[in-house]
């Protein structure tokens, strides 16, 4: 790790790199009184996935003073020292389109050009569809081609997939790696994989998450939820529920919202669809709609809509999007993942 005085240059564009936003906790301990204690302090916040200076200020206090053995006393210092070493404020929006071209695409094998070169970093992407729409082969496509090198520089990394409805097939991998022309078992070996069994435990595994992103900074690309609501669907039900079952679901988006951004890496969720029983009302032509309500269409950068087409195709559609016309595109379902659809 760099020393604070060469992580603080900025470079010749004007801004700070993004190893500023790493700097190592140590300096935080710097600015402490206590340094016997302070090493604890960084634990206690490494244990809850808090481990970059960024962490701490996209951290509310209350936040910090529920971390077991944090007081509101070293709460406050805390965030005191990380003012000091990093500081977030106003800038001009030709110094935030600087810091922009950090961003970067992952190929998804068929729709880039509907996404505007793929999926994008910094970002949640969500893809949400019926049954058999390419949801999961999406997934594992991306799975494959966020290990490629692709334009503007992008040199691939690794995945982490968090599975909640048990899909994830490592045999798939295989046949989508055949395809781009690359070993398997380096395929495999560049994809970390949970399981999640519950909503709490998958907002759980987001802790490991943002520790091993910290841990190899800059080496892993591409986070994946199959499915983001599905353990939320289980484990509350009903409308008594409902209020709650958002609060969580909020925290969590709002969780990986700062993931992505904290380390540069694109969040790639799917969704489910249900029935909407007031459509009919309203004379909808089509009666289902995604779950997760408005607090995971507002959280989601750019959602894609997956609808099926004739026998093996699946049409894919801007949903929502920032900077991308809402447009069509259909694509194939292979063997080697998905593909443009043939004439």
């Known amino acids: 790790m760099k020393a604070l005085e060469d992580q603080a240059l900025e470079d010749e564009s004007g801004y700070q790199e993004d190893e500023v936003i790493h700097i190592n906790f140590c300096e935080l301990a710097n600015h402490f009184s206590r340094v016997s204690e302070n090493v604890a302090d960084i634990k206690k916040l490494k244990s809850v996935g808090i481990c970059t200076v960024k962490g701490i200020q996209m951290t509310t206090r209350r936040a910090l003073c529920n971390v077991k053995g944090l007081s509101e006393a070293k709460v406050d210092k805390i965030k005191e020292a990380a003012g000091k070493l990093l500081i977030c404020g106003f800038q001009t929006a030709s110094e935030y389109s600087i810091k922009r071209k950090q961003v970067f695409h992952i190929t998804t094998g068929s729709l880039d050009k509907l996404l505007g070169g793929g999926v994008e970093s910094m970002a949640i992407t969500e893809a949400f569809g019926e049954f058999r729409t390419g949801k999961t082969q999406l997934s594992h496509t991306l799975c494959v081609t966020a290990q490629l090198p692709g334009e503007y520089g992008y040199t691939g990394g690794k995945i982490i997939f968090i599975d909640s409805e048990n899909t994830f097939r490592p045999e798939r991998l295989k046949d989508i790696a055949d395809r781009f022309h690359v070993d398997h078992e380096a ?33 892993f690309k591409l986070l994946i939820i199959d499915s983001i609501m599905a353990l939320f669907r289980v484990d509350f039900s009903g409308r ?104």
């Open 187 to 219: 395929v495999l070996d560049n994809v970390l994989y949970a399981r999640a069994y519950t909503s709490e435990h998958q907002m759980e595994l987001l802790d490991f998450v943002a520790a091993k992103f910290h841990e190899e900074g800059g080496v």
């Open 240 to 343: 008594g529920e409902l209020a709650e079952r958002q609060q969580k679901l909020a925290q969590m988006l709002s969780r990986l919202q700062k993931i992505s951004e904290e380390y540069n890496v694109a969040v790639f969720v799917t969704n489910q669809m249900t029935a909407d029983p007031g459509a009919g009302m309203t004379f909808q032509a089509d009666p289902k709609k995604p779950i997760g309500g408005h607090i995971l269409a507002h959280a989601s950068t750019t959602r894609i809509s997956l609808r099926k087409g004739r026998a093996e195709l699946r049409i894919a559609k801007i949903f929502d999007s920032p900077d991308m016309p809402e447009n069509e595109a259909t694509f194939a379902i292979t063997a080697g993942g998905i593909t443009d659809a043939k004439d």
